[in-house]
């Protein structure tokens, strides 16, 4: 893996990413709850301590392997006050006043949660429609406006920090496939040779992937910080939108420079980078990335997004990243 | 747009207590400081007001106690500074090269730096540093003024220039030749020459933000004692590159309180623009306090900080173009502050040029990180 910070603290991420890895390359089929469980992952998230290194480890691996998962439904329990899943789907507000999103790839969902910043409800999943995608693999449910008339107040919900955790859960994702193909890119321009060298010698090239890897450190930062905040009320919001943005524009960054260097054969069906620029533009949409700087403005003139204090004051001694 | 700082509670809450007494003095000298004007006026503001702010113990804090401080503590000083940031106080910028030159002297002459840092760190005195010259800007281990060995110590002669704030400074960091010609990096020594020493002259460069940002300072057979030689004969590489991560860390750290400062004062509009300019200030600021952490820790790596510094160079221009387009440069239309918004702006533009520039930062990230290149490992 490419590093792109100062040195790997021992916080339990490369554990955690290979048997996320694992998981994923022995399931394509769909990594399910049981799974998740079994390795211990929902304990971790339990767990401020190893909460971060858990989340950050299975959301970039899931987008590093484009894995369906119900990991972001397990990821928002934590804020449902008690809630059972069973196996709902979280949908975030689309266009239109509906709302968006992606199922897991397991059994048909039972129920839908709507997430937003001042509500979750619940809704039966017979109220939403398929939404075809980009993806050849994957479908949207899409619930109107009007069929959420009946859609029931979770409660005890906490809806800011639903969403913030959805939203990180899906910035992580974005993450995660664009430090995969910055690998891709880098380990392309280092084999490809043209003019009697490899193309990774030539400046154009290497800056190009330059700016993938600022982007892709961006991003990182903005979903470790959200991941610090994620449990408070007052900050999370703004920091998961601060990861949505960063994540986004890692994504874009990534993809337009991957594509690049990856030049003709990136641009086949045979070659794997369309898959993450499909996955990508899917859950950018889910996210709703496309008016996310607008969000953020308008977000940013009233609250802060940096952690409280003393947390990041006490992490000098331990000289820990971030 | 409220400003988390930092700082803890009790220190945020001290803060205010002494602000509160002291508004009026610290807005006065702040305004003083911000204000464009020629080299020497430009320092003298810089250096009134850290002194000031050194008496009321704010710039104390956190360096070592045998320089003038309270203890050394990097977290208190960044969190110093964002006080004074949340604060619309400005952080005077002598203070960039005390961050630079106070860790490189600890690091690798700790008894110069017993010697000589106290003024430094008290605002008594303003230092520069003296690494690019006319034929080497990028290509910095090309530089050729020269270090000959004397009976007393060196001679150095030669010439360097884009030298911040040197107009005016007691003191110099030099980087010079002792190798041979084709040594490149590897023949290198940096050396603390004192700008009043026979055969230094200092010239500033107007430049096009109405301020002389940059000197140029010539060497004619500058008697320098080896005792303030910092580091190893040959071994200058080393020490600027230990320099430079402190320069690009702390830098941006400084820097992103600053522009955090411009988003909050720029009037309601354009949440687009605002939110994009917004995202790459709270990047920098969150990849800086890393660095900075890394620092402290000494466990910081050289090539890392070249990410920092082209965020630092994205954040500079999103927040300045934001506030050129919500409050044009281009004309004076009477509102006040034109002049120093004209200076704001033009001198952002040359963020991405500093402190190695952003075709340098790439390269040596594609070099060092991304393992390509010649060069590669």
């Known amino acids: 893996m490419i590093r792109l910070e100062h040195s790997i603290p021992d916080d339990g991420y490369a554990e955690i990413r290979a048997t996320v890895d694992r998981l994923f390359q022995e399931r394509p089929q769909g990594v399910g709850v049981a799974d998740l469980e079994d390795f211990g992952w929902t304990e971790m998230l339990d767990d401020p301590d190893t909460r971060g290194a858990a989340a950050r480890a299975m959301f970039e691996g ?146 190009l992937l330059a700016e993938v890897a600022v982007a892709v450190a961006a991003a990182d930062a903005a979903n470790r910080n959200a991941l610090d905040l994620i449990d408070d009320p007052g900050s999370a919001p703004l920091a998961a939108l601060v990861a949505v943005g960063l994540g986004t524009r890692a994504f874009d960054t990534a993809t337009r420079g991957a594509q690049q260097v990856l030049g003709a054969i990136g641009y086949t069906r045979e070659h794997e980078f369309h898959r993450y620029l499909y996955r990508g533009l899917v859950l950018q949409h889910l996210l709703g990335s496309r008016d996310i700087d607008a969000r953020v403005g308008a977000a940013a003139a009233s609250t802060a997004v940096t952690p409280p204090v003393a947390t990041w004051y006490d992490r000098f001694e331990e000289g820990l990243h971030l | 747009m409220s400003a988390d700082v930092l700082a803890s509670a009790e220190l945020s809450a001290e803060f205010a207590r002494w602000l509160a007494a002291n508004r009026a003095q610290a807005t006065e000298l702040s305004e003083a400081a911000l204000r464009p004007a020629p080299a020497t006026e430009y320092l003298a503001a810089q250096k009134a007001l850290q002194s000031w702010l050194y008496e009321e113990g704010w710039l104390a804090r956190g360096w070592p106690k045998e320089y003038g401080g309270t203890g050394n503590d990097v977290g208190l000083r960044a969190a110093i500074y964002d006080l004074l940031g949340a604060a619309d106080i400005a952080v005077p910028s002598t203070v960039n090269v005390v961050e630079i030159i106070a860790p490189t002297l600890q690091h690798f002459a700790p008894g110069l730096a017993e010697q000589l840092l106290s003024p430094l760190v008290a605002g008594a005195e303003a230092w520069c540093q003296g690494f690019s010259e006319p034929e080497a800007g990028s290509d910095l281990a090309s530089l050729r003024t020269r270090a000959t060995r004397t009976e007393q110590g060196w001679s150095i002669s030669g010439q360097k220039i884009w030298s911040t704030r040197a107009p005016g400074a007691d003191r110099c960091a030099v980087l010079a030749r002792t190798g041979s010609p084709e040594s490149r990096h590897r023949g290198l020594s940096l050396f603390m020459v004192d700008m009043d020493t026979p055969g230094v002259e200092c010239r500033p460069i107007d430049d096009m933000s109405f301020t002389q940002h940059f000197g140029e300072i010539f060497f004619d057979d500058v008697q320098v004692p080896d005792d303030r030689r910092i580091g190893d004969v040959d071994g200058g590489w080393a020490v600027a590159q230990y320099l430079l991560q402190w320069e690009r860390g702390m830098f941006s750290w400084l820097r992103q309180s600053a522009l955090l400062g411009m988003l909050r004062q720029l009037p309601p509009g354009d949440d687009a623009g605002r939110g994009a300019a917004y995202q790459d200030v709270i990047a920098l600021r969150l990849r800086s306090l890393g660095t900075l952490r890394a620092l402290a820790a000494g466990k910081s790596d050289g090539p890392q900080v070249s990410i920092d510094k082209l965020l630092l160079s994205r954040a500079e221009r999103s927040v300045h173009e934001l506030a050129n387009r919500t409050r044009p440069v281009a004309v004076d239309d009477g509102t006040p502050g034109w002049h120093e918004r004209r200076h704001e702006y033009l001198h952002s533009r040359s963020a991405p040029i500093y402190g190695g520039s952003a075709e340098i930062q790439r390269t040596i990230i594609a070099n060092q990180i991304l393992q390509l290149g010649k060069e590669s490992r």
């Open chain 1, 62 to 207: 899931q987008g590093s392997a484009l894995a369906l998962a119900g990991t972001p439904e397990t990821f928002l329990a934590a804020t449902l006050a008690g809630f059972e899943l069973d196996g709902a789907v979280a949908m975030l507000p689309g266009p239109d006043g509906g709302y968006l999103g992606l199922p897991s790839g397991g059994a048909d969902p039972a129920r839908l949660l709507l997430v937003d910043a001042a509500s979750v409800r619940s809704l039966p999943a017979d109220r939403a429609t398929q939404v075809h995608t980009v993806d050849p693999g994957v479908s949207l449910l899409s619930v109107s406006a009007e069929a959420t008339a009946d859609a029931t107040p979770v409660t005890g919900a906490a809806p800011g920090l639903a969403l913030a955790r959805v939203q990180v859960a899906l910035s992580l994702q974005l993450a995660g496939m664009g430090a995969h193909l910055l690998e891709l890119g880098r380990d392309h321009v280092r084999t490809r040779e043209q003019f009697g060298r490899p193309i990774g010698r030539f400046q154009a090239v290497q800056h």
